[in-house]
């Protein structure tokens, strides 16, 4: 774990001592998922201070009424305790040696070795696996071998389905039914409080010793939230004793469409378990990482080759396309991503703008299906949009800042921490003014027709989303004293700066909304009046079209200031300026917030994140280059990168600005936002935005990749450690794949059906 170099590996994710303080992390970093499902890394034997996670996407549950709906955390299944002898194994106790913990990210499956010396002098030495299949969405295997080192041991296991978790305190669930079925089959029932998705679980245990299966005689406990079995065992010196241990969880959310009742599913699930059964630890696994292989590897490879630290690099980028795997929900379109992916409780398993500006870009170029799924969810999800329109006095779709379940509309807590000042809950303004996230998901949509070429997608949930988002800015807009409109009482992508007006990222997004809502409303009457007269009966476009045209004219668009600056919101450049060495310096986020309160951050010049920048590089072309490089170095001096969101928006506008080594170093930054040294870090769970971002820097910044005027354009920029970059791209159906060196770019053109017009280095070519 951490930043070893010397020892890369390009496929394994390691720790090599156990730290009790490192838990959280490195239950994170190395959760498995497939995006059904995540589970945290948690240790099979418990520890004070872990958090053991199985969260299943799209299961959201609000505990009571003060709170906000979250993803429930599920009953434990990973909890098997050993005792040697009478001993607890535990790594607190007693004495280890050789601890190695390895997820390798080729395979998906996360292993675990040790050698123990129980305080009683016995020793074992232990080795856990454990998979999430990628193939069976609903399994999870976990297989234990204990070897006795040199002494014969009396082994005691102890293992189920452990109900007694929480978010954080909040119960989410009511039991419904615990039972063991032929002293063998333990099945789990339990039900969200509010939502009422019943959860069904199931597990079953074998073993084998030197090599062959046995039986081995149940103690079954029934308590209450808990239902486990104890084992006993007998081991000679140098023998080994194998258990396993294989589950299934499926949810009556699953079978929304197909009706299942509860009772059909615990008949169906534990079927299905006894087919698992079958199959057994190994040919899980086996199947697992053909399909990864199948599925990431092959489709979408990367390869960076260069000197030693550029391993570290190509790790990262691999680390990146696992994670994007490992919580993207590509079987259901009524789901997407949260920030913190299936790995942790933080931010309650809600999607931001980070799919559309951060995550979709890695989708739309590398699993285009996937793509379409997350932009489909933002359709369905429409009704919470209109909801929160019409609460809020405006009219067409207002999306959520934070979105959950379909109709659940806008999830955002209304407070959070303490204001270190007053010592009162701080309001998160976030749900009821971030707006741009509007416009980002009709940018998104609008992304990935034009990447992918899905024209079926626009006509059914495209031009309507694009749409009826103008609709809501046509309401939203305020008309000024300077006959200009206006968007005031908003925050920006930099939440450190709450109630500004006319936000520069907010006000050009909107125009953008609005002005492809006047394009596409003339090119469906034109071209297809059929789907034209559709949306127009149903989004009254006529009508909505004078306003958009009205408001694109006039709309309050900040302009640059003689140096050059694009002034951020009316306030910021009025703010004090500070000195923001110390918050840079230290070595974890949000230091500000320990010396400040949020209204005395209002007036200072300070940015927790980029703003005008992530527009620059959303709008590449609609900003001078001398308007890019004057606002970058204003805003980078007074920006601290309080969010994961921002470091890979800077390095991606260092590569385009031709400054290489900062391009490089914020990408380092950015990749090791959760590989990084600081271990508190991913507690809550990982940063599901930052992994898109780390993508971006490598793709876009050194790729130099951009969709522009709907034309595929590859500007390269090598970082000078680097000597080759390999990736993929499907560009409009067709499959490209791109290795740039120092001095060529090499386009394959790898299913061939029909030609790619593309520039290269401003070389206009056909592949
Ligand atoms: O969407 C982001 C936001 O920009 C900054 N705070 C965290 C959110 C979730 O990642």
Known sequence: MGMNYEKI?????????FEPAWLGKCEAVMAQGNGYLGLRAAAEER???????????????????????????????????????????????GSHEGYRRELNIKTGELIRTVHWTAPNGKKVKIIFQRIVSLKRLHDIGLKITVEAEGNPIKLKIRSGIDARVSNTGSQHFSEVEKRFYDKKYLQFVERTTQSKIDFV????????????????????????????????????????????????????????????????????????????????????????????????????????????????????????QYQMRIFLP??????????????????????????????????????????????????????????????????????????????????????????????????????????????????GAWQYGIITGDTDFMEKYGYELIMDTAIFWGSRLEPGDDGRYHI??????????????????????????????????????????ELFACLNQKLNLDENYLIWKDSVERIFLPQPTEEGILPMDDRFMKGQYIDLTKYKQQDFVGGIMKDYNLDQIQNIQVCKQADCLVLFYLMEERFSPEVKRASWDYYVERTLHDSSLSLSTHSV???????????????????????????????????????????????????????????????????????????????????????????????????????????????????
């Open 9 to 17: 590996n390009e496929w394994i994710l390691a720790e090599d001592c």
């Open 47 to 93: 520890y004070v201070g872990e958090t053991r996670n199985l969260l299943i996407n799209g299961t959201f549950n609000k505990f009571d009424a003060d709170e906000v709906t979250e993803l429930p955390n599920a009953a434990d299944v990973t909890a098997i305790e050993l005792w040697i002898d009478g001993q607890r194994f535990n790594l607190v106790e």
């Open 201 to 320: 679980l199931n597990a079953v245990h074998s073993f084998e010793k030197n090599g062959k299966q046995v039986l081995l005689g149940t103690d079954v406990n029934i308590e209450r939230r808990y239902l486990y079995a104890d084992y006993n065992v007998e081991l000679e010196a140098e023998e080994t004793f194998v258990i396993e241990k294989l589950v299934n969880v499926q949810t009556t959310r699953d079978f929304d469409a197909a009706g299942l009742n509860t009772d059909e599913l615990q008949k169906k699930s534990l079927e299905d378990l006894k087919a698992l059964e079958n199959i057994g630890y190994d040919d899980l696994m086996e199947e697992s990482a053909l399909e990864w292989q199948k599925e990431i590897w092959d489709n979408a490879p990367v390869m960076i080759k260069g000197d030693k630290e550029s391993e570290f690099d190509l790790f990262a980028l691999r680390y990146a």
């Open 330 to 443: 590509k079987h259901d379109n009524r789901m997407n991503i949260g920030a913190k992916g299936l790995s942790g409780e933080g931010y309650r398993g809600h999607c931001f703008w980070d799919t559309e500006i951060f995550l979709l870009p890695y989708y739309m170029f590398t699993d285009p299906d996937a793509a379409r799924k997350l932009e489909e969810y933002r359709y369905l999800s429409l009704p919470g949009a209109h909801r929160k329109a019409k609460e809020n006095g405006y009219k067409g779709a207002m999306f959520p800042w934070e979105s959950a379940w379909l109709d659940d509309g806008e999830t955002c807590p209304l407070y959070m921490d303490v204001d270190i000042v007053t010592g009162k809950p701080i309001k998160v303004w976030s749900g009821i003014i971030e707006q741009h996230i509007s416009a980002d998901v009709a940018f």
């Open 488 to 529: 005031n009482d908003v925050v920006g992508p930099d939440e450190y700066h709450e109630h500004v007006n006319d936000n520069a990222f907010t006000n050009y997004m909107a125009a953008w909304n609005l002005g492809k809502a006047i394009e596409y409303y003339e090119m469906l009457k034109n071209d297809k009046p």
């Open 653 to 767: 506008q260092a590569a385009d600005m031709g400054d290489d080594e900062m391009a490089y170093d914020l990408f380092r930054k950015a990749a090791t936002i959760d590989l990084g040294p600081y271990m508190g870090t991913s507690n809550a769970g990982i940063h599901a935005a930052s992994f898109g971002g780390v993508w971006q820097c490598v793709v876009y910044g050194f790729g130099g990749v951009r969709m522009l005027n709907g034309k595929l354009r590859i500007n390269p920029r090598l970082p000078k450690n680097w000597d080759e970059l390999t990736f993929t791209l499907y560009w409009k159906g067709e499959k490209l794949s791109v290795t740039v060196t120092k001095d060529k770019v090499d386009v394959q053109n790898q299913t061939g059906n029909r030609k790619v017009d593309l520039s290269v280095n401003g070389e206009e070519l056909k592949v």
